[in-house]
């Protein structure tokens, strides 16, 4: 499998607080690889500072090359309390921001990014919500346009901070879907993640931090009431099930 990314010995620190430290792992492409860990962990500080978003000590390589050199394979949707909401613009712009590295600065969208635009918005189930404004609509919705516009992108690497965080059932069953799809298309997808009841079902990978890196490996093999107890320490509770799947609720 060809190597996609490369961090080592990556650390960030804010101010004197050291927020991850010395984190190293190396990523296959077509992977779904979930990122879990108690909050303030460094799950967010790590994505960013793999993006070249946050300042950071060691290296991180992607598909070989520095991010600057990569970003327009790279897509991001970061956490939804980062983004402003009140922000006045239509859920087709949002997904055309997602054109913006395929168009040269001179120009205008020219008729395929706009077929783009409208496809992606057709795989989320945003289609009649077109003409919006993005501050309408709802958590799940919201986060739907956002997926929309990371596919326009037509990246290889996507990175994702919660995308499930606040948002209904149905909204959570396309995105993963969608996120299948990309799997399958030979996508690498990055999930920062919350509930550790769906680990199982999403992930091939898992990455658990808890400022340092605690494990990163295969789902069946990282994913144990050790390992667990080790990422998130006191603050977890631990049930067993008839059909052998760990319950584990984050407190
Ligand atoms: P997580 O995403 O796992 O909840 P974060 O990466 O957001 O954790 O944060 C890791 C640590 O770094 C936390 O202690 C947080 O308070 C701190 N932190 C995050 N962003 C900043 C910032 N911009 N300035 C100062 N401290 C920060
Ligand atoms: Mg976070």
């Not at 990175?159 to 965080?165: S, T």
């Not at 993963?176 to 399958?184: F, G, N, P, Q, V």
Request: aromatic share 8%; charged share 25%.
């Amino acid at each position: 499998m060809k190597e996609v990314i490369e961090v080592s010995n990556l650390s960030v620190y804010y101010e004197n607080n050291e927020a991850i430290k010395n984190i190293s792992f190396k990523a296959d492409q077509g992977q779904l690889i979930g990122i879990v860990g108690p909050n303030g962990a460094g799950k967010s500080t790590l994505m960013k500072a793999v993006l070249g978003l946050e300042k950071y000590r060691g290296n991180v390589s992607i598909l070989g090359k520095r991010v600057q050199e990569v970003r327009k394979q790279i897509s991001y949707v970061p956490q939804r309390n980062q983004i402003d909401w009140d922000f006045p613009v239509l859920v087709e712009d949002v997904v055309m921001m997602g054109r913006a590295s395929h168009i040269a600065w001179y120009k205008r969208p020219g008729k395929r990014d706009k077929e783009i635009v409208q496809e992606c918005l057709d795989k989320v189930g945003m289609t009649k919500f077109s003409k919006r404004q993005i501050g309408e609509l709802s958590g799940g919705q919201q986060q739907r346009v956002f997926i929309a516009r990371s596919l326009a992108q037509q990246a290889d690497i996507f990175f994702l901070d919660e995308p499930f965080v606040g948002i209904d059932v149905t909204s959570e069953e396309i995105i993963i879907d969608l996120l299948r799809e990309l799997k399958r298309q030979q996508k690498t997808v990055f999930v920062v993640h919350h509930d550790l009841s769906k680990v199982q079902d999403y992930f091939d990978q898992l990455l658990l931090i808890n400022k340092e890196l605690i494990q990163f490996g295969a789902v069946e093999k990282v994913y144990t009431p050790e390992i667990l107890q080790q990422t998130y320490k006191g603050s977890l509770a631990l049930f067993g099930t008839d059909d052998h799947k760990m319950v584990v609720t984050p407190q």
